[in-house]
């Protein structure tokens, strides 16, 4: 059993008045998932996130297979 607190960071681009996620993937490896949160609601609910799922997901992001915004 790990004790790992998560470590929240959000991207640098997240200078968008507040429409923004947080993720916790130091707990990736040690716990098989990625908590996410909302960043204007830090005490609020998280989602846990499968880590290959996330990882996908951002892969997916960065060939951008989900287009820009």
């Known amino acids: 059993m790990t004790t790992e607190t998560p470590r929240w960071i959000k991207s640098s681009y997240s200078e968008n008045g507040g429409q923004c996620i947080e993720v916790a993937a130091n707990l990736?490896?040690?716990?098989?998932?990625?908590p996410v949160r909302d960043s204007k609601n830090p005490s609020g609910p998280v989602l846990g996130i499968p880590a290959t799922?996330?990882?996908?997901?951002?892969?997916?992001?960065r060939t951008g297979e989900f287009g820009t915004v």
Request: overall charge positive; charged content about 5%.
């Open 28 to 34: 990736a490896a040690p716990r098989g998932v990625v």
């Open 53 to 61: 799922a996330f990882a996908c997901f951002v892969a997916s992001v």
